[in-house]
């Protein structure tokens, strides 16, 4: 953060692509030094410049390549501030609010989109969290990505052209006991955040499905200013969409593992 504020203070309009392409330049160096390759890329869009930027390098179907800003990325989290953004313009707007019961809002559309609800997923104990606890990721809702070399991970990024429909993730998390009961502990949780995605859901369309979900339009109040998430409005796989085909390096996947295609399933959580 330090360093992104000096860019800011510092930097004209002219510069700053070419300050923050050092900046990612001298990231990736750093990591060689330490026996890590890296791929970085970074998006800025302000009144005055939008721009992309790149460095490192990826093992593209057995071969190292450097990385440009034309390839696709595996986004994962970084969808989740779009997501609370969608529920707290809702809270603005008065329709929910953050001490009310969170299945409240869920529980129509999980019945009628997959014949089950929190209770019955998760335990009375976490049905009866409020929207705020499962925002701040403190209802007890267990990761669907716990565990070292997860088997339900690692299918899933190998076989991402495949559509991965949101109730898969939500029902291999729901295997596990939930962390605590609503507002005893803090845990991270992206099941928690596919659950909230489903709020935006069932707001948006009260007799659809989560597949009718578009957070483009539910979170950005100016989407047009905002061209790089336009993909959260889209249906289906995202096909070469979101992720740079090639040999992820993960140690908790192992070697060898490769990825193919994120798809729309992940998206918004």
Same mark, same amino acid.
């Given at each position: 953060?330090?360093?992104?504020? /000096?860019?800011? +203070?510092?930097?004209?309009?002219?510069?700053?692509?070419?300050?923050?392409?050092?900046?990612?330049?001298? #990231?990736? +160096?750093?990591?060689?030094?330490?026996?890590?390759?890296?791929?970085?890329?970074?998006?800025?869009?302000?009144?005055?410049?939008?721009?992309?930027? +790149?460095?490192?390098? =990826?093992?593209?179907?057995?071969?190292?390549?450097?990385?440009?800003?034309?390839?696709?990325? %595996?986004?994962?989290?970084?969808?989740?501030? =779009? /997501?609370?953004?969608?529920?707290?313009?809702?809270?603005?707007?008065? =329709?929910?609010? *953050?001490?009310? /019961?969170?299945?409240?809002?869920?529980?129509?559309?999980?019945?009628?989109d997959n014949g089950t609800s929190v209770g019955e997923l998760f335990g009375d104990s976490v049905a009866q969290a409020t929207v705020g606890q499962v925002l701040r990721m403190a209802a007890?809702?267990?990761?669907?990505?716990?565990?070292?070399?997860?088997?339900?991970?690692?299918?899933?990024?190998?076989?991402?052209?495949?559509?991965?429909?949101?109730?898969?993730?939500?029902?291999?998390?729901?295997?596990?006991?939930?962390?605590?009961? !609503?507002?005893?502990?803090?845990?991270?949780?992206?099941?928690? @955040?596919?659950?909230?995605? %489903?709020? #935006?859901?069932? $707001?948006? $369309?009260?007799?659809?499905? @989560?597949?009718?979900?578009? *957070?483009? /339009?539910? +979170?950005? !109040?100016? !989407? !047009?200013?905002?061209?790089?998430?336009?993909?959260?409005?889209?249906?289906?796989?995202?096909?070469?969409?979101?992720?740079?085909?090639?040999?992820? #390096?993960?140690?908790?996947?192992?070697?060898?593992? =490769?990825?193919q295609n994120q798809t729309a399933s992940i998206l918004g959580w």
């Amino acid at each position: 953060m330090r360093v992104v504020s /000096t860019l800011l +203070a510092g930097a004209s309009a002219g510069t700053l692509q070419a300050e923050y392409q050092k900046v990612l330049n001298d #990231v990736v +160096a750093w990591a060689k030094t330490n026996g890590d390759d890296l791929a970085i890329q970074l998006g800025w869009v302000s009144n005055a410049e939008t721009f992309a930027v +790149a460095s490192g390098s =990826v093992q593209d179907r057995g071969v190292r390549r450097e990385v440009t800003t034309q390839d696709t990325w %595996l986004y994962g989290s970084g969808t989740k501030p =779009v /997501t609370a953004v969608a529920v707290m313009r809702l809270v603005d707007a008065g =329709v929910i609010g *953050l001490n009310d /019961t969170f299945a409240g809002y869920v529980d129509p559309l999980l019945r009628r989109d997959n014949g089950t609800s929190v209770g019955e997923l998760f335990g009375d104990s976490v049905a009866q969290a409020t929207v705020g606890q499962v925002l701040r990721m403190a209802a007890g809702i267990p990761d669907f990505e716990d565990g070292v070399g997860d088997p339900f991970d690692r299918e899933v990024i190998q076989e991402g052209d495949e559509d991965w429909p949101v109730y898969s993730f939500i029902r291999y998390a729901a295997k596990e006991k939930p962390y605590c009961d !609503p507002g005893q502990c803090t845990g991270y949780s992206s099941t928690g @955040y596919e659950l909230l995605g %489903l709020l #935006v859901a069932a $707001h948006q $369309h009260p007799a659809g499905t @989560y597949t009718d979900l578009n *957070l483009t /339009t539910a +979170a950005l !109040p100016d !989407p !047009p200013r905002m061209p790089s998430l336009q993909f959260l409005g889209e249906r289906g796989p995202l096909t070469q969409a979101l992720t740079t085909p090639g040999q992820a #390096v993960n140690r908790m996947w192992g070697s060898g593992v =490769v990825v193919q295609n994120q798809t729309a399933s992940i998206l918004g959580w």
